[in-house]
């Protein structure tokens, strides 16, 4: 299985920002992408971004948009979450996820997963 190595979780007051990495062991796919969720006490699981490997295509969900930006390296295996104006609706454990299929923004398409860090945005 691919392992999945997350960081840059933390505490932040609200306004701030915070920069989540995650980076893959094994081998990465053409037609492949890497993608984050965020699961909050109460909440079920939801999509936030996603990028595909090999193009600069991505995803967010509409809760993020315009606040969140992924990006990949791809030398690195290594995908990115920048998080600005975080908000205390964003306190949620997130995880990073490898995937392959047409559903970038499915749960189900991913079959590779992190531990998740624990991010929370203070009032």
């Known amino acids: 299985q691919v392992q999945l190595v997350e960081s840059g979780g933390g505490l932040v007051q609200a306004g701030g920002s915070l920069r989540l990495a995650c980076a893959a062991s094994?081998?990465?796919?053409?037609?492949?992408?890497m993608g984050w969720f965020r699961q909050a006490p109460g909440k079920e699981r939801e999509f936030v971004a996603a990028?595909?490997?090999?193009?600069?295509?991505?995803w967010y969900a509409d809760s993020v948009k315009g606040r969140f930006t992924i990006s990949r390296d791809n030398a690195k295996n290594t995908a990115y979450l920048q998080m600005n104006s975080l908000k205390p609706e964003d306190t949620a454990v997130y995880y990073c996820?490898?995937?392959?299929?047409?559903?970038?923004?499915?749960?189900?398409?991913?079959?590779?997963w992190g531990q998740g860090t624990q991010v929370t945005v203070s009032s």
């Open positions: 990028v595909r490997w090999s193009s600069f295509s991505s």
């Open positions: 996820a490898s995937g392959s299929g047409l559903y970038i923004e499915y749960l189900g398409s991913y079959q590779f």
């Open positions: 094994g081998r990465t796919f053409s037609d492949s992408f």
